[in-house]
T-cell receptor
Framework: EAGVAQSPRYKIIEKRQSVAFWCNPISGHATLYWYQQILGQGPKLLIQ????????DSQLPKDRFSAERLKGVDSTLKIQPAKLEDSAVYLC???????????????FGPGTRLTVL | GENVEQHPSTLSVQEGDSAVIKCTYS??????FPWYKQELGKGPQLIIDIRSNVGEKKDQRIAVTLNKTAKHFSLHITETQPEDSAVYFC???????????FGTGTSLTVIP
């Protein structure tokens, strides 16, 4: 089966500019996650969707970050305006709900490496 | 919230030796513990997982053990090979917030 797709793979912007990332989860996966992975650290959850509804966005810096999943499939994550500390890899992951799959396995995309200058 | 600690941060072993990575968690409600392998430029890939109703799980050269009382779980890789070199992350899933918490990662180097 096709994996989680993300684009772009790399992005370099200057601080205060805007940027958007796109994610296409595995077909049929209702749950979608966006993670921020700073160099040398583990992934940190930014937002979790169940279909097109937000399950958890408690760690999303809402003054500058936004995310949507309008039709319950693809998702976009936006940063506006970007700061230097936003430099990181942004990972998208998807999974089936536990009650349907007996596992909570998350499948990760390759990530988008963002550099803010 | 949950707090997952992972040790060591770096690990070098000779090819053929075993490698052990340990994680501790704080939330007794956590009930699912996956391990991920992340190669350079790629997203994390699940290699093995364990649920809280099981104490040990093995898949060929990889095994995971869980001690619920002590709140720690470990990844064991036997007969290591150079292709095992990567960064390994543990994670814990709480059944309260349905959120994954990741450890800080272990960079494993297998020396040929």
């Amino acid at each position: 089966e096709a994996g989680v797709a993300q684009s772009p793979r790399y992005k370099i912007i200057e601080k205060r500019q805007s940027v958007a990332f796109w994610c296409n989860p595995i077909s049929g996966h209702a749950t979608l996650y966006w993670y921020q992975q700073i160099l040398g650290q583990g992934p940190k959850l930014l937002i979790q969707f169940q279909n097109n509804g937000v399950v958890d966005d408690s760690q999303l810096p809402k003054d500058r970050f936004s995310a949507e999943r309008l039709k319950g499939v693809d998702s976009t994550l936006k940063i506006q305006p970007a700061k230097l500390e936003d430099s990181a890899v942004y990972l998208c992951a998807s999974s089936l709900p536990y009650r349907f799959s007996s596992t909570d396995t998350q499948y990760f995309g390759p990530g988008t490496r963002l550099t803010v200058l | 919230g949950e707090n997952v600690e992972q040790h060591p941060s770096t690990l070098s072993v000779q090819e053929g030796d075993s490698a052990v990575i340990k994680c501790t968690y704080s939330d007794s409600a956590s009930n699912y513990f996956p391990w991920y392998k992340q190669e350079l430029g790629k997203g994390p890939q699940l290699i093995i997982d364990i649920r809280s109703n099981v104490g040990e799980k093995k898949d060929q050269r990889i095994a995971v053990t869980l001690n619920k009382t002590a709140k720690h779980f470990s990844l064991h890789i036997t007969e290591t090979q150079p292709e095992d070199s990567a960064v390994y992350f543990c994670a814990a899933l709480t059944n309260t917030g349905n959120q994954f918490y990741f450890g800080t990662g272990t960079s494993l180097t297998v020396i040929p």
